[in-house]
């Protein structure tokens, strides 16, 4: 997948932004300002961080090559995946929403109850 289907991709989603508060090289995206997903800028490998559920991250990592551990993230709850390495682009939009869903699951009963009823 190319950043821009990616960012396109995430963009999309309800309640999302887009910032650059770590730097140029670094793109992330928020929903309610809770980040979960960045994705590199730095014109090398297209990659891109995403949350996901620790028991699945681990294993992601052990069954595909282009999925690491989280760079410069919690390893526990995020992964890094290379999006330029044969991942089909059905599975990467899973992990996306995978990444929403669990960032929202996180927020607070009243800011997923202003996604549910809001027309943001």
């Not at 995946?81 to 990444?99: M, Q, W």
Request: glycine share 6%; charged share 25%; aromatic share 8%.
């Amino acid at each position: 997948m190319d950043i821009e289907s990616f960012r396109l991709y995430c963009l999309a989603k309800k309640a999302v932004t887009e910032g650059l508060p770590f730097g140029e090289g670094v793109l992330v995206f928020k929903v309610l300002d809770k980040m979960f997903a960045t994705l590199s800028l730095n014109g090398g490998e297209a990659s891109c961080n995403l949350k996901c559920d620790p028991e699945r991250a681990v294993m992601l990592r052990e069954t595909y090559a282009c999925i690491l551990p989280g760079y410069h993230m919690n390893k526990k709850h995020w992964n890094t995946v290379l999006l330029e390495e044969g991942l089909e682009h059905a599975f990467i939009r899973e992990l996306i929403d995978h990444s929403y869903t669990m960032t929202i699951a996180g927020m607070p009963k009243k800011m997923q109850q202003m996604l549910e009823t809001e027309d943001l």
